[in-house]
């Protein structure tokens, strides 16, 4: 079966400093990759996505980025944080079929303080 | 541009009583609505998808078109009905990925 591994789990940052969010999907081949941002009141935002190995797509400009290094591994980074990087950050997959039916598989989300 | 709207934030409801979890959707093409739940402890999931005209959990949703709505209802609300619930918007057949909503904080009172 497949499962969605993210970590770390809970993460405090001073602002300025480096982030990095890993998150791999096993059980599947060539899986649609997203990374979500859930904050209070203003729901889930779609940060990035992915249809395969260095193909990223960005939704929101911001002070992240995403990589795909491998085919089930989806990495969410910053060179420098700020503030309004706090958030909880949601990774899901999906399948990447061309009939893929809306389905998206979340993993248990990572909550970054930046102080 | 693609949008999904939740106008309520929280909603509370007693139980046994009916619930509607409104979502209002911009899009000017073929959309595809979806409701995802999370539950206490839980990942956030698929609770139904329009194009299957299925019920779960006693849940149903109708597109209407015609309003750009797709409100979720429940004739009888049962106490592990509490969750968040998520409103989400597919642009097309081809496209990969979803836009939710603000989301729906549903309490239910027993």
């Known amino acids: 079966s497949q499962t969605i591994h993210q970590w770390p789990a809970t993460l405090v940052q001073p602002v300025g400093s480096p982030l990095s969010l890993e998150c791999t999907v096993e059980?599947?081949?060539?899986?649609?990759l997203y990374w979500y941002r859930q904050a209070a009141g203003r729901g889930l935002q779609l940060l990035f996505y992915s249809v395969g190995i260095g193909q990223i797509s960005s939704e929101v400009p911001q002070n992240l980025s995403a990589s795909r290094p491998q085919d089930r591994q989806f990495i969410l980074s910053s060179k420098k944080l700020l503030l309004s990087d706090s958030g909880f950050y949601l990774c899901?997959?999906?399948?990447?079929?061309?009939?893929?039916?809306?389905?998206?598989?979340f993993g248990e989300g990572s909550r970054l303080t930046v102080l | 541009a693609q949008r999904v709207t939740q106008p309520e934030k929280l909603l509370s409801v007693f139980k046994g009583a009916p619930v509607e979890l409104k979502c209002n959707y911009s899009?000017?093409?073929?959309?595809?609505l979806f409701w995802y739940v999370q539950y206490s402890r839980q990942r956030l999931q698929l609770l139904l998808r329009h194009i299957s005209r299925e019920s779960i959990k006693g849940f149903t949703a109708d597109l209407n078109k015609g309003e750009t709505s797709f409100h979720l209802k429940k004739p009888f609300a049962q106490e592990e009905d509490s969750a968040m619930y998520y409103c989400?918007?597919?642009?097309?057949?081809?496209?990969?990925?979803?836009?939710f909503g603000q989301g729906t904080r549903l309490t239910i009172n027993p």
């Open positions: 989400a918007l597919r642009t097309g057949q081809g496209a990969q990925k979803l836009v």
């Open positions: 899901a997959w999906s399948s990447g079929l061309a009939l893929w039916a809306g389905e998206l598989f």
């Open positions: 899009y000017s093409g073929s959309p595809e």
């Open positions: 059980g599947t081949s060539n899986p649609n």
